[in-house]
């Protein structure tokens, strides 16, 4: 059974920076697209950034140029570099498993001054 669990959410103020982890156990890491999807109060969860096996990434338009997703298949971890944090950022951050369709619990992330 694919266990995720995520970390590294927190407080941050506008124009901050925070990088989340996401670690995986039970899975067949280093074949599985992983992502982070994110859930804002009041809203639909929303896809946020994905990375496949080889690499390649792919990111909303409304993260796009500040978030960068990255991998380290050895320590199974997808990490979520956030830059340039805006309020509309606030919401519970989620780690993905696309292989297995497992989802961690959240992490969250508050951005305001």
């Known amino acids: 059974q694919v266990r995720l669990v995520e970390s590294g959410g927190g407080l941050v103020q506008p124009g901050g920076s925070l990088r989340l982890s996401c670690a995986a156990s039970?899975?067949?890491?280093?074949?599985?697209?992983m992502g982070w999807h994110r859930q804002a109060p009041g809203k639909e969860r929303e896809y946020v950034a994905s990375i496949d096996s080889d690499g390649n990434t792919r990111y909303a338009d409304s993260v796009k140029g500040r978030f960068t997703i990255s991998r380290d298949n050895a320590k199974k971890t997808v990490y979520l570099q956030m830059n340039s944090l805006k309020p509309e950022d606030t919401a519970l951050y989620y780690c993905?498993?696309?292989?297995?369709?497992?989802w961690g619990q959240g992490t969250q992330v508050i951005v305001s001054s």
């Open positions: 993905r498993d696309y292989r297995s369709n497992s």
């Open positions: 039970g899975s067949i890491f280093s074949v599985a697209t």
